[in-house]
C-alpha cells in the first residue's frame, strides 16, 4: 500500500513522524502571474522511495519537479530537499540529485564518452565510473560514435548515465520515455527499476509506466493533490477522478 501524505487535498492523512522523509513539501505555491501552477501541495518522501507524479498536462508535474530539483523556487511554502532549500544553492545538494527530462539535453557533436566526461568535469565526479555506466545503458559499444547519430532511446539511455555519474541519492524523471517506442520504454524502466537503493521521483502520463518502476502514486490536478494510493490502485483511482468508467 501507498504511504500517506500531508496534503490540503487529503485531510484524513496521517503524520508519518519518522524523521526519515528526504523530501518535504508544506503547502507549497508556484503562481505565474495569476497562473497558479502548484496550489498548496504538501508531500513526503521517503529515502528509498520510488513515486510516481501523475496528472493532465497542465496538473503541474514539472513545476513540482523542477521546484523540488531546484531548477525553480517556489512562490511560497517550505520545501526541503536533505534538509536543505533547493532553490539556494548546496554543492552537496546539487551532487545528490540527478535530473533525466523528456529533451535529453546531450551534445551532439560530441560522442557517448565526451558527453559524460563533461559532466564529470562539471560536477567534480570520477571520471573511472564512465565505462561501467556506459556498460549499464548499454552503450559502451558506441562509446566513441557522436550522439547525432544515436536513436531516441539510446539519447535516453545516455542521459540517464549523465544524469547518475555524480552517483546521486536522489533521481528526478520528468516524462524520460516521452517519444520512445514501447521497445524503449520497457528497456529505460527495466534499468531503472534496477536502482533499488535510490529515492527515484517519476512524471508520467503513462499508468503502467507508474506501476512497472513505482510503489506510490500522487495525483496532481489544477496544481492540488487530489489522490494519493498505491501504483496498483492508480488506474481505477485516476479513471474516477477523470470521470471515465472503469470495468
Excluded at 540529485?97 to 535529453?104: A, E, K, T
Excluded at 503502467?208 to 500522487?218: F, G, I, S, Y
Aim: net charge positive.
Amino acid at each position: 500500500m501507498g504511504k500517506p501524505l500531508v496534503s490540503e487535498a487529503n485531510t484524513n492523512s496521517v503524520n508519518r513522524g519518522n524523521g526519515k522523509s528526504e523530501i518535504v513539501l508544506e503547502n507549497v505555491v508556484k503562481s505565474f502571474g495569476r497562473i497558479r501552477a502548484l496550489d498548496g501541495v504538501s508531500l513526503r518522501i521517503d529515502r528509498g522511495e520510488k513515486v510516481a507524479i501523475l496528472g493532465p498536462n497542465g496538473a503541474g508535474k514539472t513545476t513540482l519537479v523542477r521546484i523540488i530539483s531546484g531548477q525553480t523556487r517556489a512562490t511560497s511554502g517550505r520545501v526541503e530537499v536533505m534538509g536543505k532549500n533547493p532553490s539556494v544553492f548546496s554543492r552537496e545538494l546539487k551532487r545528490n540529485i540527478g535530473f533525466v527530462s523528456h529533451n535529453p539535453m546531450l551534445y551532439d557533436e560530441l560522442t557517448a564518452y565526451e558527453n559524460l566526461k563533461f559532466y564529470a568535469k562539471l560536477y567534480d565526479a570520477d571520471e573511472e565510473r564512465i565505462p561501467e555506466l556506459l556498460k549499464k545503458v548499454k552503450l559502451y559499444e558506441r562509446r566513441h560514435s557522436r550522439v547525432k547519430t544515436f536513436s531516441r532511446g539510446m539519447k535516453q539511455r545516455l542521459a540517464i548515465a549523465r544524469a547518475l555519474i555524480h552517483d546521486p541519492r536522489i533521481l528526478v524523471l520528468d516524462e524520460p520515455t516521452s517519444g520512445l517506442d514501447v521497445e524503449g520504454r520497457f528497456e529505460l524502466l527495466s534499468y531503472l527499476r534496477a536502482f533499488e537503493d535510490r529515492t527515484i521521483i517519476l512524471t508520467t502520463h503513462n499508468l503502467w509506466e507508474a506501476e512497472k518502476l513505482c510503489d506510490r502514486a500522487v495525483i496532481l490536478m489544477k496544481g492540488k493533490i487530489v489522490k494519493e494510493c498505491s501504483t496498483k490502485e492508480v488506474e481505477k483511482a485516476y479513471l474516477e477522478l477523470c470521470g471515465l468508467e472503469f470495468d
